[in-house]
Structure formats: C-alpha cells, structure tokens
C-alpha cells in the first residue's frame, strides 16, 4: 500500500511553539502533499514537493523530503491557535494513477 | 472556499434508503475523485473519473454505489438501499490531471443513516 502514515497521532502545543509531524509511506513517489482539515470540513492543500526535491518552504510551513528513507516531515513554526486541526500526507506513488492514499493523520491542538 | 462545491452538506436517511449526492467541480479540471472518511481516520479513495470515464473504482465501492459524471463536468454518487456503515463523509476532489496535481477538496456531503 503507498498509504501514508502520519507520526505522532496527537500533538498538543502551545501559541507560539512549533509543530512537526512525520510520515512514511513505502514504494516510489512522484509527490508527497500535506493538507490539513479543520473540524468537520474539507481538506485544504498545504504543500506540495517533488520526489526530487528535499525541502520546500511555504509561509510558516516547511516541509522535508528523504525518499532514500521514503519519509517526511512537516514543520509548522510559532503556531497559532488557528493552526488546531487534522493533518494529513498524501504520497503520490508513481503508479497510483492520481489517487491519493492518506493515513489516519496527525491531531494537532493549539493552546492561547 | 476551493471552488469544489458539494450538495447538499448534510443527509440523515433512514436504512434502506436511496441517496444521492452531487459534486460540481472547478470548471476547468478534468479529474474528479470521490474519498469517504470517518471518524478519526483519514478519507478513502473511492473512484475518480477522467472526464466523463471512470477510471478506477476501489474495492471499498460496492454494488450498492454508483457514480456518474454524465458530461465531463458535476458528479453524482449514488448509494442504494443504504446500510448503518455507509455513515460518514463523502468528499470530492477535483484536479487537473498533471503529474504534480494539487486535488482540491469540496466541503463534504456528511451522511447519517439511522
């Protein structure tokens, strides 16, 4: 299965701190995306990076990638209490055909 | 908001029960998806449609369900004679089809069978 599974299941921080959470996932990808969900909605696409890049930056978010490891990570910094929600990583395997296989996410919650 | 809309939000059906949700996509995107997810886990890929073909279908799909995208454009799923275990969120997503697509997500169609 190229499902991706999320480390921790739970995190709980506080205004201010930052935030990482990991996945791993198993065959060759052409992709790895993270969303996050809020309480009962939709998912909304954070980030992308490709197989051949190895980190990507977007506004407080910074993703990592080691596919000699097939796992990475996601780095939320100086997090705000608007950041509690679900998050999620999507690997795109290379024969997956455009589906995305998501794990049981990673809980974060943001304390004031 | 995505662009992705989703009809109708919420749905309570009683067992036995035919529903059908309908999913519009960002116009210009030819790749629709359907995911269920419950609680506490993340969504499951059921099907997705490249234009108007569908493409693959999960196991997860049974014969009770069915989806369409007639046109190229809006989607419906359909469930029939529904069942307890088919309570959850219904979610599509559209893309459009590259290597390195991003899939956008609709809000969700949350079903409740009682």
């Known amino acids: 299965s190229q499902q991706g599974e999320e480390d921790p299941q739970a995190l709980s921080i506080q205004e201010g701190e930052n935030a990482t959470m990991n996945c791993s996932y198993k065959t060759s990808i052409n992709n790895l995306q993270w969303y996050r969900q809020n309480s009962g909605r939709g998912l909304v696409h954070l980030i992308l990076i490709r197989s051949n890049e190895r980190e990507k930056h977007s506004g407080r978010l910074r993703v990592t990638l080691d596919t000699s490891k097939k796992s990475s990570s996601l780095l939320i910094t100086a997090s705000r209490a608007a950041d509690t929600a679900s998050y999620f990583c999507a690997p795109r395997s290379t024969d997956s055909w455009g589906k995305l296989q998501f794990g049981a996410g990673t809980q974060v919650v943001v304390t004031p | 908001d995505t662009g992705v809309s989703q009809n109708p939000r919420h749905k309570i059906t009683k067992r036995g029960q035919n529903v059908t949700f309908r999913c519009d996509p960002i116009s210009e995107h030819n790749r629709l998806y359907w995911y269920r997810q419950t609680l506490g886990q993340g969504p499951e890929f059921l099907t997705y449609?490249?234009?108007?073909?569908?493409?693959?279908k999960s196991r997860l799909l049974s014969d009770r369900f069915s989806a369409e995208r007639p046109k190229g454009s809006f989607s419906t799923l359909e469930i029939q004679r529904t069942e307890q275990g088919d309570s959850a969120m219904y979610l599509c997503a559209t893309g459009d089809g590259r290597v390195q697509e991003t899939q956008y997500f609709g809000p969700g169609t949350r079903l409740l069978v009682l």
């Open positions: 449609f490249q234009n108007e073909a569908q493409l693959e």
